[in-house]
Structure formats: structure tokens, C-alpha cells
T-cell receptor, first 113, second 112 residues
Framework: QKEVEQDPGPLSVPEGAIVSLNCTYSNSAFQYFMWYRQYSRKGPELLMYTYSSGNKEDGRFTAQVDKSSKYISLFIRDSQPSDSATYLC?????????????FGQGTTLQVKP | NAGVTQTPKFRVLKTGQSMTLLCAQDMNHEYMYWYRQDPGMGLRLIHYSVGEGTTAKGEVPDGYNVSRLKKQNFLLGLESAAPSQTSVYFCATQRDYSYEQYFGPGTRLTVT
């Protein structure tokens, strides 16, 4: 079983929809959680960075962490065709781990005009 | 600022050939990482460095070597390429006192 599980999709939604992307994990030591966006044939781009449980909002994007359920989510409001990309979750225990991140395999999102 | 750059962008090798991938950063970050990305496998850590002159093994280090002679450069070497090393290779740096990693544009390597 992988430490971080992410449904690869693809997920197809109409423009303007609310998108929910999710990851589950098994290691209760994870404290720092990230979401990356990766456009086709490009490098991953950091989108959201959160510590421990709770919500963080940045424009149309909201990251949510539920450590009790070992579950993280990324919500995209008013989705746009430019949001079409692969979204990767990543996480790390933090201290003493030399920053090594564990990635999910990514969910491919397509937003149709 | 260029951020993180990778050279070359594309390369085709024959089995047994060697090559070096270069990662350069202008953000003055201590930590640097080499990943490979394969379909269905996500990003897997090959080697990493926590500072100039240091290197360490990641999850999939076999068949690769690295060097960090200068803080701004991190080199990934393939001594004898194999078809299993066909992949997209990404370099990343980590912002100091954080776990945020910033990626380069990638190198697409095909080994025939």
C-alpha cells in the first residue's frame, strides 16, 4: 500500500464548477501538506502549503487538512479551462526528515468551456 | 531571477551511454533534489543534497550518481544508461526554513 493515495482520474468538469481533489495517507507523522499544479510537459508548481489541520484559502483555491481522518482536499471554485492540469498532493513529517516529500501520483483535471 | 533551470531539455541515449544532467538555481537555497516522474508512479526521489559538498540517497538511487560541488549546481549522472531510466527528470530546491519545494522545467530522457 502506498503512503499517499490519490485517484488519478481523469476528472472532467464544466467551466464554473466547484472541483474537489483529494488525497489519503497512512503515516500519522505527516505535518506539512502541499498541493502542486503541473501543466502538460512542465514542472510542478507549488499552489498551496499548509501545516497541520485546518483550512487555508488563496483566491479560488482552498486547501483542507483533516489529520484525524488522514485526508486532505483541494477545492477549486469557479473552475476555469486554465485550471486544466494534473494536481499532485505532497506531504512530509517535517523536522528531522531533511525535507523529503512524499507525493501522490496526481489527479488529471479537465475543465471544459 | 531564473529560479531553477535544467540542462538539457531533451536527450536520447543508447543503452550503455553516459550523460550528466545539470540543475542550476539562483535562489541560494541549501537543499536540492532530483526526482524522476513516470506514468502511474508519481514523483520519486533519486538523490538529494542538504548543502554544498553533501549528497544522500533517496528512494530510487540505483544507476545514478550526483555531485554538489557548488551551492548553486546539482548534477545527476547516469554512468551506463538503461531503458528503465527512460523518464522525465525534475530538479527541485527547497526554501530555507520551510518545506516548500520549487521545481525546474524538467529533462525528458529516452534510452533506446
Amino acid at each position: 500500500q502506498k503512503e499517499v493515495e490519490q485517484d488519478p482520474g481523469p476528472l472532467s468538469v464544466p467551466e464554473g464548477a466547484i472541483v474537489s481533489l483529494n488525497c489519503t495517507y497512512s503515516n500519522s507523522a505527516f505535518q506539512y501538506f502541499m498541493w502542486y499544479r503541473q501543466y502538460s510537459r512542465k514542472g510542478p508548481e507549488l499552489l498551496m502549503y499548509t501545516y497541520s489541520s485546518g483550512n487555508k484559502e488563496d483566491g479560488r483555491f482552498t486547501a483542507q487538512v483533516d489529520k484525524s481522518s488522514k485526508y486532505i482536499s483541494l477545492f477549486i471554485r469557479d473552475s476555469q479551462p486554465s485550471d486544466s492540469a494534473t494536481y499532485l498532493c505532497a506531504m512530509t513529517p517535517g523536522s528531522g526528515n531533511t525535507g523529503k516529500l512524499i507525493f501522490g501520483q496526481g489527479t488529471t483535471l479537465q475543465v471544459k468551456p | 531571477n531564473a529560479g531553477v533551470t535544467q540542462t538539457p531539455k531533451f536527450r536520447v541515449l543508447k543503452t550503455g551511454q553516459s550523460m550528466t544532467l545539470l540543475c542550476a538555481q539562483d535562489m541560494n537555497h541549501e537543499y536540492m533534489y532530483w526526482y524522476r516522474q513516470d506514468p502511474g508512479m508519481g514523483l520519486r526521489l533519486i538523490h538529494y543534497s542538504v548543502g554544498e559538498g553533501t549528497t544522500a540517497k533517496g528512494e530510487v538511487p540505483d544507476g545514478y550518481n550526483v555531485s554538489r560541488l557548488k551551492k548553486q549546481n546539482f548534477l545527476l549522472g547516469l554512468e551506463s544508461a538503461a531503458p528503465s531510466q527512460t523518464s522525465v527528470y525534475f530538479c527541485a530546491t527547497q526554501r530555507d526554513y520551510s518545506y516548500e519545494q520549487y521545481f525546474g522545467p524538467g529533462t525528458r530522457l529516452t534510452v533506446t
